[in-house]
């Protein structure tokens, strides 16, 4: 029996996601042959307190306060970006350029700048061998990965229609309290580039089309909300009496499009996408319906183990 190479893991940021990555890094091994072994080597953060905490809970061997430190370290393979889209950019250039294999949530990054500066750096760094990717994780489910299989074998003749949606709910009460994915500043967008980017990233890679053109309609339901106190989860804790010191949410709560698809050899689809965090009682729906002249295929991540296909 041989033992795997370790993949030596810099993560930075502990939070929400963060706690998720750990989590998939920790037991990814368990369940695939990986031809590496994950490491959790080191996380970063800013707060030392709140880091070091973190590192204890989710399993990591060992902290940095500065993300610069930690791709600086000789005993770091790869840079997992768990941050918010303000920071994207700027750590995954400075990883990409010392040589570090980087993986970065989406959406990519707040700009098309960033974007364009960032895959520059990655096409530059995969000469040397160095991988990127952003983490759209939804292509690992079973079920899409069916419905690409399904549309690569012709199972639905030329697609026509694409519908996408993806529905939650956790914003629903006006006075759930701020937190830095309703600043624009610090997320870049609302709700199209939190969980809107997945499904249009679903779309396009079982479709095997690109998005061409857009018609978009953008709403902000709650534009003030309690500022936060102690983060949990997606949300947090804020003080809801009436005097209570308020923020200003700077990112869309809705959003809703058209879309028309570049459609490779063929005459392209069109789309309607809508991405919301208003769908009362949706916790995480994320749905895909792909119309085609031989057949149809519809998903929903509620009911993650299911892909109808007609």
């Known amino acids: 029996m041989t033992t795997a190479q370790p993949l030596r893991v810099g993560m930075v940021g502990y939070a929400f996601m963060g706690a998720a990555h750990s989590h998939a890094w920790r037991t990814a091994p368990r369940f695939f042959d990986l031809p590496l072994q994950p490491q959790l080597t080191a996380v970063a953060g800013r707060n030392a307190d709140g880091v070091r905490a973190a590192a204890d809970k989710l399993g990591w061997e060992s902290v940095e306060t500065d993300w610069r430190r930690l791709i600086e370290r000789d005993d770091i393979d790869l840079i997992d970006i768990c941050t918010p889209g ?33 895959t520059l750096a990655a096409e530059t760094a995969a000469k040397q061998g160095v991988f ?14 069916l419905a690409k299989r399904f549309v690569e074998q012709d199972r639905l003749g030329e697609i026509r229609h694409v519908r996408a949606q993806y529905l939650q709910d956790w914003l629903s009460d006006a006075n759930a309290p701020m937190t830095w994915r309703l600043d624009k500043s610090k997320s870049g967008s609302g709700s199209l580039g939190d969980i809107g980017a997945h499904s249009i990233d679903a779309a396009q890679w079982v479709t095997g089309q690109n998005i061409s053109g857009v018609s978009a309609l953008l709403e902000t339901f709650v534009p003030e909300r309690p500022l936060a106190g102690d983060l949990v989860g997606l949300g947090g804790y804020g003080d809801l009496s009436g ?20 459609g490779g050899a063929s005459a392209g689809a069109i789309g309607v996408f809508e991405a919301t965090r208003y769908a009362l009682g949706r916790k995480n729906a994320m749905r895909l319906e792909v119309n085609g002249t031989k057949g149809s295929l519809a998903f929903d991540f509620e009911d993650m183990n ?3 296909f007609y």
Do not use: Q, W
């Not at 990127?132 to 990965?145: D, E, H, I, N, V």
């Not at 923020?247 to 570049?262: E, L, R």
């Open 132 to 145: 990127s990717m952003c983490g759209f994780s939804y292509r690992r489910t079973p079920a899409l990965a």
């Open 86 to 118: 303000n920071t994207h950019a700027e750590i995954a250039i400075a990883a990409l350029e010392a040589g570090k294999h980087v993986l970065c949530e989406k959406p990519l990054a707040n700009s098309v700048e960033e974007a364009e500066r960032m």
């Open 306 to 308: 299911v892909l109808s």
């Open 243 to 262: 005097d209570a010191p308020r923020g200003k949410v700077t990112v869309d709560d809705a959003a809703i499009f058209s879309a028309k698809f570049d």
